[in-house]
């Protein structure tokens, strides 16, 4: 075995090195904490070749003395620390004292630094470590550093670092951090010569996330909850403006960029049920805590911490991002794209031509009117007699049904909701009209129903509300206009126009009324049995959930060979759908995605009521439009389906208007 040597301060220098600066942006995060520790208001970086052969940090803070600016690039210098039981409760971003000698020494270091009230500064000169030269130097309070050549004396380190471009990305990504993580400070990020970042130190943290993430995320809703003494505020995405990765969700610690798993299953369990399959939340969150139930020294760059208390910390980010979620009452608004308009034609130069005669009119309805016939028109519209109000609602009450007009065109939107309203006796329930006809598929509507010969003048009985799950609430202070293409339900309130997924809302009610149902799910014993084939995992997954099944309503036997005998299913199921809802609760299951048996169920409660809902395509009565359009603008926690899709969508009246360059 060889002779155990202790290592030279230079070696074990370079290996503090490899912990503590793995690239130019790490170099930039440990500068830009120990600015913010100075006490600085304002902080400048600036950065060339991606921070490679140039890069420098200005602060306006404390600044050091003479005796200070020496001391600090030694190993485990720090002002920050004084006893072991400050290891405790650190409230400071650096404390191991680390930074400035690992930088120090794999780099070339100017520094200039000057504390408040002195009549000057103090210039040091670095390389690799070593201090070559000390004077006295005339400069602004706070404190300059200038890191050039990086690695210069590691090759094998150099070789890993990637082009000029990748490290200025990852420099601002690291600027970008510091920029959140401390909106109270002015900073500035200058990359090679062209200033890319610029917060105003304001303090407000919606300043600092519109700076550095722009007009796409200034419509993220606020947070702001306490919960057993820590605070949360900060902003989170809403669930249609989900990303297709985690990129955008920062965390911070008592003002610290931390990443944790913890908190991320905690913001994303409060978007469960609201958001889709396979896109994530964005976030900018701020954790406050005591800084006795947070351990920051279990990794060397300070990114990692561990917490005195995780399920505190996970209630807190959880109800915290739910309750800013529910607060939201804003549906989507539809986004029309803008057409630039047309560059004016150039005026000429020449006299207009002198108007000729007026051209022969046209023959047909639409026709251009000349001089003569306008005046007349004009002097015509001006005398005629206009009716009175009562008069014309007179004669519109006197409007009967042409024999050959279905009834379901002749009866009015007021009838329908009239004949919506309760009565004292009930009539006969309408046949559902919610399933299609056997042999017909989701995609296409049936066909109309051909007109009787002799219809009855009497208003067709009102579907019970009771087919759809929902319950009839007051009177609306709107109007259902009509439905789109068999999927969408247009209603008009003021000058708000709302489009309604009927296939989504009816689902997430459906989901909402069984997930809010403790007990067992009613089921319907199927008179013949089904069986279902599928693939080994996906019988055994199933067999080992079979309590699970059974809360929500099904009952599965093993047939053999791979196959599963199905003999009761839940009542708001099809039995048509109820081998397809089979298959996907096995790929739920097999897939793994949350261990809660509660998440779980709720995953098979997405299939339930998935496959049980209306379906878009589908011919509905107007009945069952009018009642789905009333709980959804009733309603305020009806504003995604159980995958995350919009319910409601609005269009107000100025967007259409600019459509149509009326305004």
């Known amino acids: 075995m060889p002779k155990i040597i202790q290592l030279s301060p230079h ?15 790490s170099v930039v995060k440990e500068l830009l904490e120990n600015a913010v520790d100075a006490g600085a208001a304002k902080i400048t970086v600036e950065i060339r070749s991606g ?6 940090v200005t602060d306006n803070g404390c600044g050091m003395s003479p005796e200070d600016a020496r001391t600090a690039f030694l190993r485990h210098a720090t002002s920050k620390l004084r006893a072991a039981e400050d290891l405790a409760s650190i409230s400071t971003m650096g404390f191991r004292g680390e930074a400035l000698a690992a930088i120090a020494s794999v780099s070339r270091i100017d ?10 500064g103090t210039s040091l000169r670095l390389e690799a470590g070593q201090i070559l030269q000390e004077e006295e130097a005339g400069c602004p309070e706070g404190t300059t550093i200038i890191v050039r050549d990086l690695f210069f004396n590691t090759p094998a380190r150099m070789k890993f670092m990637k082009s000029d471009t990748v490290e200025g990305s990852r420099v601002s990504a690291a600027v970008q951090l510091q920029a ?12 090679d010569g062209k200033t890319v970042l610029s917060t105003p130190g304001s303090g407000g943290l919606q300043a600092a996330v519109y700076c550095v993430y722009g007009r796409e995320c200034a419509q993220m809703a606020a947070v702001d909850s306490a919960w057993d003494g820590y605070r949360l505020t900060g902003y989170v995405s809403k669930p249609t403006d989900a990303r297709p990765s985690r990129n955008l969700q920062t965390f911070f610690v008592n003002n610290r960029p931390v990443k944790s798993r913890l908190l991320v299953s905690a913001l994303e369990e409060a978007y469960r049920n609201r958001i889709m399959v396979g896109k994530f939340p964005a976030c900018v969150l701020h954790l406050t805590l005591p800084a006795t139930a947070v351990d920051v020294n279990v990794h060397p760059a300070k990114t990692e911490v561990k917490f005195l208390s995780e399920k505190a910390v996970f209630d807190c980010v959880h109800y915290g991002v739910l309750g800013a979620l529910n607060k939201q009452t804003d549906r989507p608004q539809i986004q029309f794209r803008t057409q630039e308009a047309p560059e004016p034609k150039p005026v000429s130069q020449t006299p207009p031509p002198k108007p000729q005669s007026p051209p022969e009119a046209k023959s047909g309805f639409f026709r251009t009117m000349n001089a003569e016939e306008y005046k007349t028109f004009a002097a015509a519209m001006a005398d005629a007699p206009r009716p009175k109000p009562e008069a014309a609602a007179a004669a519109a009450a006197k409007i009967e049904r042409p024999a050959n007009m279905p009834l379901r ?17 009930r009539p006969e329930p309408s046949a559902p009209a919610a399933s299609p006809p056997s042999g017909q598929t989701a995609d296409r509507p049936p ?3 051909k007109a009787p010969e002799a219809p009855s003048p009497d208003p067709v009985p009102p579907a019970e509300p009771e087919q759809l799950g929902l319950d009839l609430p007051a009177r609306p202070q709107w109007r259902m206009v009509g439905e789109l293409y068999h999927s969408y339900i247009l209603v008009e309130e003021g000058d708000e126009a709302f489009l309604i997924d009927k296939h989504a809302a009816h689902e997430r009610i459906l989901f909402e009324k069984l997930k809010a149902n403790q007990e067992a799910i009613t089921s319907q014993a199927l008179l013949q049995p089904k069986a279902i084939r599928l693939s080994p995992a996906a019988v055994g997954e199933l067999l080992a959930n079979r309590p699970l099944l059974e809360e929500l309503g099904f009952e599965l036997e093993e047939f053999g060979d791979n196959t599963l005998l199905l003999r009761q299913i839940p009542m708001d199921l099809h039995p048509d759908d109820a081998a397809e809802a089979v298959e996907s609760l096995a790929e739920d299951l097999l897939s793994g995605r949350r261990e809660s048996r509660d998440s779980v169920r709720d995953e098979l409660l997405h299939t339930v009521a998935c496959k049980a809902a209306i379906k878009a395509g589908w011919h509905s009565d107007e009945q069952e439009l009018l009642v789905l359009a009333r709980e959804v603008l009733a309603r305020e926690d009806l504003k995604y389906c159980p995958h995350g899709r919009p319910i409601c969508v609005s269009l107000s009246k100025k967007q259409l208007e600019k459509q149509f360059r009326r305004t």
Not at 11 to 25: H, K, T
Request: proline letters at 10%; glycine letters at 4%.
């Open 51 to 56: 921070g490679m052969t140039f890069l420098r």
């Open 447 to 449: 066909a109309p129903a």
């Open 409 to 425: 065109e002749f009866v009015t939107l007021p009838q329908v909701r009239q004949a919506a309203e309760p009565r004292t006796s």
């Open 180 to 191: 959140l993580a401390h909106p109270e400070v002015a900073i500035s990020f200058l990359r």
């Open 111 to 120: 520094l200039l630094t000057k504390p408040a009230g002195a009549l000057s």
């Open 11 to 25: 070696i074990a220098n370079l290996i503090a090195a490899g912990e503590v600066v793995e690239r130019p942006a």
